[in-house]
């Protein structure tokens, strides 16, 4: 299986920014993490992350067309407000999970909504970076 897992900006800051919210361990950590994970279960796993809306939206678009079967993506801020972003995801129909780090819905108001997570088949959130790896097994499983 081919799997994606998008992060937006700021999530490269990982281990530097907010770290009471989002921990200690660094984006390159995250990596290894999801390297692991593709070695252990035997899929092919491509990690993208860019700060740029327009960028994540191209590489949702490429996705269509290369073969991709399955999206995590961690939208970070864009979560609250792209509806650029939202309508890239709506417009393919693999599997599609939204994770954050962090429980957003223990945060400030803003972060309480998702306009991406109702195009997704699932959201995981409040789960440290275990969620892309719970991400992932969903992808998996469907």
Known sequence: MKLLVMNG???NFLGIREKSVYGTQDYN????????????CGC??????SNHEGAMIDRIQEAYFDGTEGIVINPGAYTHYSYA?????ASITV????VHISDI?????????????PVCDRQIYGHGLEGYLEAIDFCLKK
């Open 95 to 98: 599997t599609k999970v939204e």
């Open 9 to 11: 900006p700021n999530l």
């Open 29 to 40: 950590y995250l990596l290894d993490m999801i390297a692991k994970k593709g070695e252990e």
């Open 105 to 117: 819905s223990q945060r400030e108001e803003f972060r309480k909504v998702s306009v991406t997570a």
């Open 44 to 49: 092919q796993i491509e990690v993208f992350q």
């Open 85 to 89: 972003i939202r309508d890239a995801l």
